[in-house]
């Protein structure tokens, strides 16, 4: 295979790589690094081979990374939904960085997309409805999925039903240990708390999307969601950890009567019932909701981190503050209304 | 800790200096002028409570411990010894980290030992810590 150097520019580069893979002449036009977030570099570009353009996104890892996630777990995630759910069809996925400098997968675009930013109020206007429908709809199919017959299974040791809170409990808290940089009471306090009133097991294994929430899906501005996106903290877990982190204040735009902006949580909850075949457990919720807060305290200290000591990107630094100090607030109204209503 | 504001300028001058791929102008280099826009915002807001924010913190947190009851001087003590300084920032900061780590000292021991008042108490705090910590950003309206 053709290699070219990494001071040949992008485009050419990726050029090379594809005619190799599909054995003719590929013109890369229109390459474009779009916002997605930290977790990888995002490319939108055209593919010509035969005269046939096709759209289609390269997914880079970056240099530094708000969270270690891999890639193949990413691919692999829209391989497995690809089908059952809204979601790009993945493509190619180099695990070797020789190529693009760093490991890389491509999948299809999908173009007339909007992707709502959680600074604004009321993103989804007269649609809220509908999309807040198709929204617990979707992951109510992820949840009812069997996770044993989906090609992102091998990338995992499943939990046994009762180990899915502390496994994912486990895991955040290790980052919170290993990132943090000021000690922090709040987050301290609702670990000890979540460990002390555990919630019940998981009542199936499901794919856990890991990061489904407002902003991490394109919509059509009519009503339809054209694509959920952004699956790199996939796993397997207790479906209900989705459903919280979906519900979590942060992801609102602001407006407390309905989650994600899109409708109230007892009509999310209907719907998620229906389409995953389940019972949502209302104190396994609450415990769910609190751990949300602890996640996304991970999340931001590791931001934090990295932006100080590593390469200073700007996404990073605004999780690291803003989130990171918004979420401190949800954490500590929970954790004080938890125990209010009994909580140990 | 959260990045202090000279770690956020910084990497805002890094990112106006930054040399820019052909591929990351236009949608990109936009959403990146925004966020540039955004942390300085951030910086300001910050900027405006900075030092009074922390003494107020420390002086609360001091003011916790040494109201915690007779069981707990040792701490009360630590948390008095553990001063503002010069009042720079940085210095602040020291003293907040130490104050916070006898601040969940204070709380484990209450839980362990079933102090639901002193818990109660200790829980209000955070929320008001919080609330006094966050950076309130104007939402964006549609259109």
């Known amino acids: 295979m053709t290699v070219l150097a990494a001071t040949e520019p992008l485009g050419r580069r990726l050029e090379a790589y594809l005619s190799n893979l599909w054995d003719g002449t590929v013109k890369v036009r229109e390459l474009a690094r779009i916002p997605g977030g930290a977790s990888r570099e995002t490319y939108r570009f055209d593919a010509e081979i035969g005269g046939v353009s096709r759209g289609l996104i390269l997914r880079r890892d970056p240099t530094g990374s708000l969270i270690d996630t891999d890639r193949q777990v990413e691919f692999l995630a829209y391989k497995s939904f690809h089908g059952i759910v809204p979601v790009p069809e993945p493509l190619v996925l180099e695990r070797q960085g020789g190529v693009l400098e760093r490991p890389f997968f491509i999948m299809s675009r999908v173009d007339g997309g909007k992707v709502a930013s959680v600074m604004m109020t009321e993103p989804y206007g ?99 969601i054209l694509a959920v996106l952004d699956w790199e903290m996939a796993h397997l877990g207790d479906p209900l950890e989705d459903l919280a982190w979906c519900f979590d204040p942060l992801w609102n735009h602001f407006d407390d009567g309905r989650v994600a902006g899109t409708i109230g949580e007892d009509e999310a909850i209907a719907i998620w019932e229906r389409d995953s075949g389940l019972v949502v457990d209302r104190s396994a919720l609450a415990w769910w909701k609190l751990f949300s807060a602890v996640k996304g305290c991970a999340i931001w200290t590791t931001s934090a981190k990295e932006f100080v000591e590593g390469g200073h990107d700007l996404v990073l630094g605004f999780a690291g503050t803003y989130t990171a100090r918004r979420h401190d607030r949800i954490m500590a109204d929970r954790l004080a209304q938890l125990v209010e209503e009994g909580w140990s | 800790m959260t990045p202090t504001a000279s770690d956020l300028l910084t990497g805002c001058i890094k990112t106006l200096s930054a040399q820019v791929a052909p591929e990351d102008a236009g949608l990109f280099m936009t959403a990146r002028m925004r966020t540039v826009a955004l942390l300085n915002r951030l910086v300001a807001l910050d900027c405006a409570q900075g030092a009074s924010l922390r003494v107020a913190e420390n002086a609360a947190i001091r003011a916790l411990i040494a109201q915690a009851g007779p069981g707990h001087a040792a701490l009360a003590q630590e948390a008095a010894a553990a001063g503002d300084g010069d009042y720079a920032i940085a210095t602040l900061d020291a003293a907040n980290a130490k104050l916070r780590r006898l601040l969940i000292d204070l709380h484990e021991k209450a839980e362990r030992a079933g102090d639901g008042e002193l818990d109660r108490k200790i829980l209000k705090f955070y929320r008001d810590m919080a609330e006094r910590r966050e950076l309130v950003l104007p939402p964006v309206k549609p259109g």
């Open chain 1, 126 to 224: 007269a649609r809220a409805g509908a999309i807040g429908k198709e929204l617990f709809s979707i992951l109510g199919r992820i949840a009812r999925s069997d996770p044993h017959a989906l090609p992102i299974s091998g990338c995992f040791t499943a939990p046994a039903l009762a180990d899915c809170w502390r496994e994912a409990l486990d895991a955040w808290q290790a980052v919170i240990e290993r990132d943090e940089r000021h000690p922090q009471p709040i987050v301290r306090a609702a670990m000890r708390r979540l460990r002390r009133n555990p919630p019940r097991p998981a009542q199936k294994l499901s794919v856990v999307h890991g990061d489904y929430r407002s902003g991490n899906f394109l919509h059509d501005g009519q009503g339809r």
